[in-house]
T-cell receptor, first 113, second 110 residues
Framework: NAGVTQTPKFQVLKTGQSMTLQCAQD?????MSWYRQDPGMGLRLIHY???????DQGEVPNGYNVSRSTTEDFPLRLLSAAPSQTSVYFC????????????FGPGTRLTVT | DAKTTQPPSMDCAEGRAANLPCNHS???????VYWYRQIHSQGPQYIIH???NNETNEMASLIITEDRKSSTLILPHATLRDTAVYYC???????????FGKGTKLSVKP
């Protein structure tokens, strides 16, 4: 199993540009989530999904959209990038919910200039 | 609001036990204590979790006090590869997210 994969690993955007961060898992996990981590900070939940077709907001959802059309994929879209969205983004999945062991991807390092 | 309090940093000699404390004095009866760690720039890694009984797995042991207001993660024989930020998280499943605070930066030294 590849586990949780994220692409790209690095990305530089200009203010106002849009892009999609990709996340995929091959463990047939129902639950997937997106976090961001700023320097010296812990992780903050952006959006999460409890299954295909179901998504919900986390702690810091503004400026981001998600969709879950398949069990495997959970893309995160930045609608109009801002410098405040410069961060490291982690995707995670778990078999039975956020309260169970979560498997994290390697992260995407995003810089918005 | 952070539900847990951890020291910002700790040192441990290689081969010795690393004992990482966590205070969670407002923990509710249905909330579990989780531990994750994050090795430099990588995604967090699950270590262990427990409700009120002590737990042990191949990575670590978790000791929870009888009143459940604090816990200790024990790495029995720390290695240089255990150098990481360790997060103690309290979660009961009623809210939507695990709250990762700033954690404890453990430095294992030769």
């Amino acid at each position: 199993n590849a586990g949780v994969t994220q692409t790209p690993k690095f990305q530089v955007l200009k203010t106002g540009q849009s892009m999609t961060l990709q996340c995929a898992q091959d463990m047939n996990h129902e639950y997937m989530s997106w976090y961001r981590q700023d320097p010296g900070m812990g992780l903050r939940l952006i959006h999460y999904s409890v299954g295909a077709g179901i998504t919900d907001q986390g702690e810091v959802p503004n400026g981001y959209n998600v969709s879950r059309s398949t069990t495997e994929d959970f893309p995160l879209r930045l609608l109009s990038a801002a410098p405040s969205q410069t961060s490291v983004y982690f995707c995670a999945s778990s078999s039975e919910g956020l309260s169970y062991e979560q498997y994290f991807g390697p992260g995407t390092r995003l810089t918005v200039t | 609001d952070a539900k847990t309090t951890q020291p910002p940093s700790m040192d441990c000699a290689e081969g010795r036990a690393a004992n990482l404390p966590c205070n969670h004095s407002t923990i509710s009866g249905n909330e579990y204590v989780y531990w994750y760690r994050q090795i430099h720039s990588q995604g967090p890694q699950y270590i262990i979790h427990g409700l009120k009984n002590n737990e042990t797995n191949e990575m670590a042991s978790l000791i929870i006090t009888e009143d459940r207001k604090s816990s200790t993660l024990i790495l029995p024989h720390a290695t240089l590869r255990d150098t990481a930020v360790y997060y103690c998280i309290v979660y009961g499943g009623s809210q939507g997210n695990l709250i990762f605070g700033k954690g404890t930066k453990l430095s294992v030294k030769p």
